[in-house]
């Protein structure tokens, strides 16, 4: 990815799409540093990596009314523990994503007479920050059962897990309910595919993050698939998912 301006960040908060909401998104990452300094260490200082830790941190113009709107939202999750997904520059099948489980630990709003209503948020990471990509887009309504498009993280080594994130942003339709799986396979094709992954069915807005145990997976190739009942179902929903 070269250069760019920052002009199409995304924001996926639990079950709440905030894009459109912020103008102003930042992630950070951190591991603490632990001195280990010793009488062999020649006057210098040493230190090891400690813990690690990650931030999401947004602001925006304040709006609510309804679940998907950034106040409703925000008071839903505060205190609470969910996976957050953020773009870059987009959020189509393959586009560079991070995700991380996080406490929504701060929420304000309001400013000076005169201002378009503000509203400042921060999560703090209850899972470590994974690099991954898009497996879904949040723009394309499901009504059926299907797959997505297959997208090569590369293998998971042993001690290395699979993270995925699903944000389920809007749910129509009568009964409707969805069952989304993270499958993976060693080509393109998916000739035999293998489920290592599997959400709870969602019957209305929410999120839900999964990591595998920790064993190997050879596979290079991965996709979300899900299965879609109910009378004229209609879901909109993001996933993310990404290997560290």
Request: aromatic share 8%; with cysteine; charged share 15%.
């Amino acid at each position: 990815m070269p250069k760019f301006v920052l002009l199409n960040a995304r924001l996926f908060a639990v079950g709440a799409d905030l894009t459109g909401a912020s103008n102003k998104i930042e992630l950070t990452a951190e591991i603490e540093d632990k001195e280990t300094t010793n009488y062999y260490s020649n006057g210098h200082k040493e230190v090891i990596g400690g813990l690690g830790s990650a931030e999401i941190a947004a602001e925006g113009q304040w709006e609510a009314g309804d679940a998907t709107l950034v106040d409703n939202a925000s008071w839903a999750q505060l205190g609470g523990v969910g996976p957050w997904t953020v773009c870059p520059d987009g959020a189509a099948v393959a586009d560079r994503a991070y995700l991380t489980q996080c406490l929504r630990s701060e929420y304000g709003l309001g400013g000076s007479i005169g201002d378009v209503a503000p509203w400042t948020g921060k999560g703090a990471s209850s899972w470590p920050l994974v690099r991954g990509q898009m497996a879904h887009p949040a723009g394309t309504a499901r009504t059926s059962t299907g797959v997505g498009t297959a997208v090569q993280l590369g293998a998971v080594p042993a001690g290395k897990r699979l993270y995925a994130a699903l944000h389920v942003l809007s749910v129509a339709g009568t009964t409707p309910s969805i069952t989304a799986r993270i499958e993976s396979d060693n080509a393109v094709g998916f000739p035999s595919a293998t489920t290592q992954l599997t959400f709870t069915a969602a019957t209305a807005a929410g999120a839900e993050a999964l990591r595998t145990s920790g064993s190997a997976i050879t596979d290079d190739w991965f996709r979300v698939a899900w299965t879609i009942s109910g009378t004229t179902p209609s879901f909109l929903f993001a996933t993310s998912f990404g290997i560290r």
